[in-house]
């Protein structure tokens, strides 16, 4: 595995707000060297996500393209993702997760030397801190959630994921026994809809009435560094 042959793929749903924080950081703190191209995929926005990705997607750097549709689901965007690209790794991004500076570049060389490993799972707060600096590395788990880095060819050669409910992909992980971790210590890579702190608490509230985003409660307080970066880089 060499640089590049990395896809990203992220993925808008409504929220407009946090989708124009999340691509900002998302352009301005990926090592776009190692990415072939990305791809963002709209489902269905009414909100104004939809234009402002169609106006700011020129934004990337690297090849890119916008597919609108109305999977109703993050699994049945996998599938069809899976189904139509072919790069060896993929990293799958939400509009409600921050990019910190070297991201990337920290879940590839977890996965470049653990050639084993399908699924790197980088939201924050599922290992431990960072103390110092540290080399990452990864702790085997039961499941990852939704965003990381993942070896495209062996998903392909399973089974669709299930593509109804909130935790298919959860499943599909468990019943074909993927090599699976998070990497470890946590990158500072927050969702946007669990840090406590104003505007990002309203518009979290406002999008759960809306039904446009889960109830997964907040960071403790004591754990700012996870957010505290995200004000240096607008």
């Known amino acids: 595995m060499t640089a590049g042959g990395i896809e990203i793929l992220y993925l808008t749903y409504n929220r407009l707000n946090f989708t124009g924080l999340t691509w900002m950081l998302l ?25 402002f990705m169609r106006e700011h997607i020129s934004d990337c750097p690297v090849e890119h393209e916008l597919r ?7 699994p049945a965007i996998m599938n069809h993702f899976l189904a139509t690209e072919r790069a060896p790794l993929f990293a799958k991004v939400d509009s ?4 910190p500076p070297g991201w990337l570049w920290d879940l590839f060389r977890v996965m470049r030397s653990n050639p084993d490993l399908i699924l790197l799972g980088s939201e924050a707060g599922q290992t431990r801190l960072p103390e110092g600096n540290e080399r990452h590395s990864f702790q085997r788990c039961s499941h990852i959630g939704g965003v990381g880095l993942m070896r495209t060819g062996y998903l392909q050669s399973l089974p669709p994921i299930p593509s109804r409910g909130y935790f298919g992909w959860t499943e599909h992980q468990e019943r074909h026994r993927i090599p699976r971790g998070w990497i470890c210590p946590d990158l500072m890579m927050p969702q946007i809809d669990r840090v406590p702190v104003e505007p990002w608490r309203s518009y979290t509230e406002e999008y759960i009435d809306k039904g446009w985003n889960r109830n997964w409660g907040h960071y403790g307080r004591e754990r700012t560094q996870y957010w505290d970066w995200i004000s240096e880089c607008r």
């Open 27 to 51: 352009i301005q703190n990926t090592d776009w060297d190692l990415v072939d191209k990305l791809t963002v995929y709209d489902d269905g926005s009414e909100d104004g996500t939809l234009e």
């Open 68 to 74: 609108e549709g109305n999977f109703r689901s993050a």
């Open 96 to 99: 409600d997760i921050c990019c």
